[in-house]
């Protein structure tokens, strides 16, 4: 058995699909099922059933996967201490991360890592951090990069940098006269934020309960792209982090506000699971992204 069917195994039933493992692993469907048929007949037992449109294991497949993920661990494991004896940096790097991280913060470290290292391929995996957390838990990817890092079972956090949060609005806004504001002005306002569960939501919800004010919410969007968008044909404002909307200040379609009273500011966080063996691409991109700050390690941060 090689090891990369035991981890599309392993990724169906994480996943509870055979589409998302094939996505995972850039394989098709079919191939997939070819891959779990395979095993089946090896053990001469039915590993997974479907259930209301979802996968889930039987006893034997609950079996597999608990024994082939250690397997897959320890794998991985061996691979980057002996790719670490090596003086060529070749291979890939998975970073799972959220898109207002991702698609603003790490461009800088890339461009000059990717100059460096052109052999290395470096795959972003875009997705809530909710999941970011259960991707490195899972060794499916290397590290993690998100905004407010929180403390969880078996994760070490590193912290990265951290970003300012200004008020975007449209050009020609009230608030635009009125130079640097305190928070509180943004109570009554028509107010455009992220859906629940969103960290950077959480930490907002927060501080405006903190400070009683009341805005009147017009809009729950899952992406900083579309809170943009609104915020430029005025239907409200927002409070995002200062790059991601840089371009649309320099274009003169968002107005950026500077806080008065207090700097808000979002932290960003890498995390991988702990004590975690990286291989050499992982472990070369690790310290570019350490060379835009000092970092400080905190377990169960």
């Known amino acids: 058995m090689h090891i990369e069917t035991l981890k599309i195994f392993c990724d169906v039933v994480e996943n509870q699909s055979f589409s998302l493992a094939a996505s995972q692993n850039f394989i098709t469907q079919s191939a997939v099922s070819q891959q779990i048929r395979g095993l089946e007949e090896r053990y001469g037992k039915r590993l997974l059933e479907r259930r209301r449109g979802s996968v889930k294991p039987t006893p034997a497949g609950e079996i597999l996967h608990r024994s082939g993920r250690a397997i897959i661990h320890a794998f991985n494991e061996m691979e980057a201490q002996l790719q670490g004896l090596s003086n060529i940096v070749t291979g890939s790097v998975r970073v799972g991360t959220v898109h207002s991280v991702g698609l603003y913060e790490l461009s800088e470290p890339l461009k000059a890592y990717f100059s460096d290292f052109p052999q290395v391929n470096v795959y972003l995996e875009y997705d809530r951090a909710s999941s970011v957390y259960d991707q490195v838990l ?23 940098r951290s970003d300012r ?57 899952d992406n900083i792209e579309m809170i943009k968008r609104l915020v430029e044909v005025g239907a409200g404002v927002a409070l995002l982090p200062e790059k991601s909307f840089a371009f649309e200040v320099q274009t003169g379609s968002l107005v950026k506000i500077e806080m008065a009273d207090k700097e808000l500011r979002r932290p960003i966080g890498i995390i991988y699971r702990t004590g975690k063996h990286f291989g050499a691409p992982a472990e070369k991109l690790m310290e570019y992204l350490r060379g835009q700050r000092c970092l400080l390690v905190l377990d169960n941060y």
């Open 165 to 221: 949060l200004l008020i975007a609005c449209a050009p020609g806004h009230p608030l635009t006269e009125r130079g640097r504001v305190p928070v509180g002005a943004l109570d009554g306002e028509k107010f455009i934020r992220l859906e629940k569960g969103i960290p950077t939501r959480m930490a907002l919800d927060r501080l405006f309960r903190s400070k009683n004010i009341n805005v009147q919410y017009v809009a729950e969007l």
């Open 138 to 160: 899972r060794g499916n990817v290397d590290f993690g990069i998100v905004a407010y890092p929180t403390a969880r079972a078996q994760i070490t956090v590193i912290e990265f």
